[in-house]
């Protein structure tokens, strides 16, 4: 089935500590995104990637670092300098998004999550 | 910067009866799309409606429904014969149109169903 996979689904860190948290999607979108989601928050952009060997800071970009070396792969690496990583982290994808163009309705499609906890 | 705002954070609603989520959002554009997508307790987001600001007619997927107001910048979620499972977060986002284009969200609103 045609979909997004996260890995981890939950994650221990010591402070410190880099981590890495996985996104694949098989779904043959261009665009794929970086959502963090804390208590009373909403959804935050991280970072976001419209093609393969390119991506752009979203509002919440700082202790984060991203690579998009592949069209189906979007790994987020937590930084030690991440002050507060403790979160749910959620990936996401689409097709690119063009003015006027046929095909993509906006919107983005979702892993199902990854809870980083820091001890 | 566009921002969409959800100023209630919590509702409820008895089961069988009618409920409207509201949320507003800010943009100078005139051409772009908006969203409501559901977060179960399993945390899975998953679409409910969308409305594209140039379609005049409000969007309608079964049981849901929209009340889109562009000139008031206002975009509320009908829910009609409220069940049990519809209790969940529904976050309300927004969407430019164009290449580079990232989906906004507000803060959510947490709604829970009585039997």
């Known amino acids: 089935d045609g979909g997004i996979t996260q890995s981890p689904k939950y994650l221990f860190r010591k402070e410190g500590q880099n981590v890495t948290l996985s996104c694949e999607q098989n779904l043959n979108h261009d665009a794929m995104y970086w959502y963090r989601q804390d208590p009373g928050q909403g959804l935050r952009l991280i970072y976001y990637s419209q093609i393969v060997n390119d991506f752009q800071k979203g509002d919440i970009a700082e202790g984060y670092s991203v690579s998009r070396e592949k069209k189906e792969s979007f790994p987020l690496t937590v930084t030690s300098a991440q002050k507060n990583p403790t979160a749910f982290y959620l990936c996401a994808s689409s097709p690119r998004l063009l003015a006027g163009g046929p095909g993509s309705t906006g919107e983005l499609f979702f892993g199902e999550g990854s809870r980083l906890t820091v001890l | 910067a566009q921002t969409v705002t959800q100023s209630q954070p919590e509702m409820s609603v008895q089961e069988a009866e009618t409920v409207t989520l509201s949320c507003t959002y800010d943009?100078?554009?005139?051409?772009?799309?908006l969203f409501w997508y559901k977060q179960p307790p399993s945390r899975q987001m998953i679409l409910v409606i969308r409305q594209e600001a140039y379609k005049q007619q409000n969007a309608t997927e079964n049981r849901f429904s929209v009340n889109f107001q562009k000139a008031a910048k206002s975009f509320s979620l009908k829910i009609s014969d409220s069940q049990l499972g519809d209790a969940a977060m529904y976050f309300c986002a927004y969407r430019n149109p164009g290449a580079n284009s990232k989906l906004t969200f507000g803060k959510g609103i947490t709604l829970s169903v009585r039997p």
């Open positions: 943009t100078s554009e005139s051409d772009y799309y």
